[in-house]
């Protein structure tokens, strides 16, 4: 009988103890002396170079948080793994605990908050339109009867269809399995537009054969803001991260490495996406916050 009851008291132990790491990210991490970062594959912040090496504003800025998170736990080595995810499953791939961290290129709204925490916002982006610089589109008026491409799983086209300067207007949408797929809809003339965040829009007119045939047009459809998403409810792993970001930005290396990703040539092909930092970013940084999209709109 005793053992009986040692063995149900050790199983009651390891559940809570799974439980309680389910919960803990921090104790997840020192436990397995692992993490495990998602990346995005071509996004403006955050791609592959090819061979699982993944580069990009917030794929550093992301690896940076984890060596700090590495310093704060006093692991000796720490394994950070890169899980690749797409705009459909990046949210169930947090939830499920397949990915600890995702400094990839999510909005940080409402919506998604009832299922996922975010860290402080570290980029504010602007959703524009790019398209052929001999198309004569200037403005959404100009999408009249044109076909428009956006990447699945995103909100760019809903943004599109809500703003104000759309009505009365019909066009037909097509949808990228990701953003490079959407870019060469345009290019290959299945689009006429692809509408997107403008940081996507500016990395893959710099990775295209001709990026002078491109132009970024028309009004600024929305402002969202971009953080690195992570599990709901975990108030010390969230802290952690938050603190590091918060080093970054104060002591000046985030700035450095905005300058790097995207004022200076960046590979694979040694282009410059040239795309200088915003007001709406510098705000951000200024006071951090963790607040949704929705926020930003009321301003």
């Not at 948080?65 to 797409?86: E, F, H, M, R």
């Not at 410059?272 to 705000?283: F, Q, V, W």
């Amino acid at each position: 009988m005793k053992k009986h009851l040692l063995a149900v008291a050790v199983t009651a132990l390891a559940a809570g103890s799974a439980f309680a790491q389910a919960t803990d990210t921090l104790a997840k991490i020192k436990a397995s002396g692992s993490v495990t970062l998602g990346v995005r594959e071509s996004s403006g912040l955050s791609y592959t170079l090819g061979n699982g090496k993944f580069v990009g504003f917030h794929t550093e800025m992301g690896e940076i948080v984890l060596a700090d998170i590495q310093k704060q736990l006093g692991l000796p080595k720490l394994d950070v793994k890169y899980q690749p995810v797409t705009s459909q499953n990046r949210i169930p791939l947090v939830t499920n605990g397949t990915v600890d961290l995702e400094c990839g290129s999510t909005t940080n709204n409402a919506t998604r908050q009832k299922d996922v925490a975010f860290a402080v916002t570290t980029y504010v982006e602007e959703v524009r339109t790019v398209v052929k610089a001999s198309s004569g589109i200037t403005s959404i008026k100009d999408l009249n009867g044109k076909t428009i491409a956006t990447t699945t799983g995103t909100t760019s086209v809903q943004t599109l269809r809500k703003h104000e300067r759309a009505g009365g207007i019909d066009f037909k949408e097509v949808f990228g399995k990701d953003h490079a797929d959407s870019f060469l809809m345009l290019e290959t003339g299945r689009a006429d537009a692809f509408v997107m965040d403008g940081s996507i829009l500016a990395a893959n007119v710099s990775k295209s054969k001709n990026p002078a045939d491109y132009k970024i047009v028309g009004e600024v459809l929305s402002v969202e803001p971009i953080a690195c998403m992570l599990r709901k409810d975990d108030a010390g792993f969230k802290k952690a991260v938050d603190d590091s970001i918060k080093r970054q930005i104060a002591d000046g290396s985030l700035a450095k490495l905005y300058d790097k990703w995207f004022m200076q040539p960046v590979p694979p092909t040694n282009t410059k996406i040239g795309l200088p930092m915003s007001d709406a970013t510098k705000a951000a940084w200024a006071t951090p916050n963790d607040k949704p999209m929705e926020d930003y709109a009321k301003k």
